[in-house]
């Protein structure tokens, strides 16, 4: 099993940025990959980044070349940096594993709120 447990949401101005944080606990042995989704009210879940194990990253269209995905090995954390926030990625985001064999995880989301 892995917990997760995010932080570093909050309250930002358009154009502003904020740094996610998800610190993982448990069977991180058995992690394959990482990652942030956000989701909406009504909405479904929809990817905002990935890393694997190996480094490689993955990123919405919509998020390239603003956000930053990066772990930090030592200490079991996830990070999502965001720049140049717009209204629109205003909603709760939240941290996912994939791990061996083929569990997945999150944790409890972290409202992040954009303001003009």
């Known amino acids: 099993q892995v917990q997760l447990v995010e932080s570093g949401g909050g309250l930002v101005q358009e154009g502003g940025s904020l740094r996610l944080s998800c610190a993982a606990s448990?069977?991180?042995?058995?992690?394959?990959?990482w990652g942030w989704y956000r989701q909406g009210a009504g909405k479904q879940r929809d990817l905002v980044a990935h890393i694997f194990s190996g480094g490689r990253t993955e990123y919405a269209d919509s998020v390239k070349g603003r956000f930053t995905i990066s772990r930090d090995n030592a200490n079991n954390i996830l990070y999502l940096e965001m720049t140049s926030l717009k209204f629109e990625d205003a909603t709760v985001y939240y941290c996912h594993v994939l791990s061996s064999p083929y569990m997945n995880y999150w944790g409890q989301g972290t409202q992040v709120t954009v303001s003009s």
């Open positions: 448990g069977n991180i042995r058995s992690i394959i990959r």
